[in-house]
């Protein structure tokens, strides 16, 4: 049996402010299978952004640890990607420079090999043609799959997203959710996903975790019942649409706690 990609081994996590400590996770312990799709969902303040951080290397557990592929994270890896909430683009740079911007900033060069892969993953995300575009001449939408395609440029194992799709319409976002659902058969890589969205979750992920309140915990875990490949049908199958209810309800719960 393969080893988890991702471990949390009782990690807690507390800040310092001005006006004294938060505790912002408290006794998280789970595992991430290798290529699993989880899905994380809890209210806000619980500490989902926190427990990807962790993973990212960018923010030290103040007790407990998180390990990858079966050691203790200490800093940023290379096999790591991450999409944010917004794609956070150089204006001044054209989309294929976005994309190639991690390689150039790590190695200081970009060989040819590197633009091709870029215009690769263009075209894997629905944007074949636009890398001599600027940011500001793509939709919202358009500049999300560029940052998609920027995370996956180095061919990350993990793949961390943090509410990607929370700025998009809802047409747009349910759109960008079947493209990443194609994205994760072509090119399977372990994501830990950021969501608000029940739906999203649900139809996205293999497994979903329920955070509870502050100090966040791991209040629950859910199974997906439905199998990949999923598209639009899928919305529709009376299993999903239960756990999406359930699932629902439990939020609503600890949001009223």
């Known amino acids: 049996m393969q080893p988890p990609s991702i471990r949390f081994n009782a990690l807690g996590q507390v800040f310092k ?9 408290r006794d998280v312990s789970f595992d991430v299978a290798h290529h699993e799709f989880l899905a994380i969902l809890g209210p806000s303040g619980c500490g989902k952004s926190t427990l990807l951080r962790m993973i990212a290397g960018l923010l030290m557990p103040t007790c407990g640890n998180v ?23 150089l204006p001044w740079a054209t989309v294929e420079d976005n994309i190639v911007f991690p390689v150039r900033h790590k190695t200081g060069h970009v060989s040819p090999r590197d633009r091709e ?47 990607p799709f929370s700025a998009l319409d809802a047409l747009t976002r349910e759109v960008m959710g079947f493209d990443l659902l194609r994205i994760f058969a072509e090119k399977p890589k372990t994501v830990v996903f950021i969501t608000h969205s029940v ?31 999923r598209g639009p049908e899928s919305m529709k199958d009376p299993a999903l649409l239960e756990l999406t209810a359930n699932l629902r309800d439990l939020l609503m719960t600890r949001e009223a706690a």
């Open 67 to 89: 390990e990858v592929f079966g050691m203790p994270v200490t800093g940023p890896r290379d096999d790591i990607g991450i999409v944010f909430q917004k794609p956070t683009l």
């Open 117 to 163: 892969r870029a215009q690769e993953l263009l075209a894997m995300v629905g944007l074949e043609g636009f890398g001599k575009r600027l940011p500001d001449e793509l939709s919202g939408g358009m500049q999300q799959r560029v940052g998609i395609a920027r995370a996956l440029h180095m061919d990350p194992d993990i793949l961390l997203m943090d509410e």
């Open 17 to 25: 402010t001005r006006s004294g400590q938060t505790e912002a996770l």
């Open 199 to 229: 739906s999203e979750a649900a139809l996205l992920a293999d497994r979903v975790l329920v955070m509870s309140g502050r100090p966040g915990t791991v209040g629950s875990e859910h199974i997906v019942p439905i199998r990949r490949p």
